[in-house]
């Protein structure tokens, strides 16, 4: 069954907590990206990965960061730097020939306590 | 602070009905488009893509229009079913790479 998956499908965060993300693929697929959405909003670049090993700041990269050491996983850390946490994450992927073409996994929702 | 969250444009449309989504888009060298449709609590799921070469593209049961005089961009669904009830986004390639730049989405609500 192939697809993206992420987890946790819901998380908690507690004050000046770091916690991870998961997000894996196994369509075979090069690039990776992580998305945050807010209610009501579209959807909002954090970082991306075109490659294993390298990766770039997306439009709200402050309070994250990404590791990419494997291709079929990309996962997210959001520091306790990042003063507004509370979130739906999603992970997504696309191929090398149709890189414009993403597709998307479940999503994590983040919630502070 | 972080500004709240916005409502979503509403789209109400009777069972069987047509409906159509539109999509303002800003960049005018953005040269391919995609539609988006996004359940509660799940992720997006891709509908169907345009390149800016074409006018029309057509899936089923689903067309989208591309007008690049206006960078207006409509997905039309025909026949819209409850399962159809959904938030819809377009989103632009801006970006040589690949990166998609999306809109807010617009709020699909099918009544019987």
């Known amino acids: 069954d192939g697809g993206i998956t992420q987890s946790p499908k819901y998380l908690f965060r507690k004050e000046g907590q770091n916690v991870t993300l998961s997000c894996e693929q196994n369509?075979?697929?090069?690039?990776m990206y992580w998305y945050r959405q807010d209610p009501g909003q579209g959807l909002r670049l954090i970082y991306y990965s075109q490659i294993v090993n390298d990766f770039q700041k997306g439009d709200i990269a402050e309070g994250y960061s990404v590791s990419r050491e494997k291709k079929e996983s990309f996962p997210l850390t959001v520091t306790s730097a990042q003063k507004n946490p509370t979130a739906f994450y999603l992970c997504a992927s696309s191929s090398r020939e149709g890189l414009e073409t993403q597709y998307f996994g479940p999503g994590t929702r983040l919630l502070v306590l | 602070g972080e500004s709240v969250g916005l409502h979503l444009p509403t789209l109400s449309v009777q069972e069987g009905d047509n409906s159509i989504i539109n999509c303002a888009y800003s960049?005018?060298?953005?040269?391919?488009f995609i539609w988006y449709k996004q359940e509660s609590g799940k992720g997006p799921q891709f509908i169907i893509d345009i390149r800016s070469n074409m006018d029309k593209r057509q899936g089923q049961r689903v067309t989208v229009l591309l007008n690049k005089t206006v960078k207006h961009l409509s997905l039309q669904i025909a026949a819209t079913q409850p399962g159809d009830s959904a938030v819809y986004f377009c989103a632009e390639k801006s970006d040589s790479w690949g990166k998609l730049q999306f809109g807010a989405g617009t709020q699909v609500v099918v009544t019987p």
């Open positions: 369509l075979n697929h090069d690039a």
């Open positions: 960049n005018s060298a953005s040269d391919y």
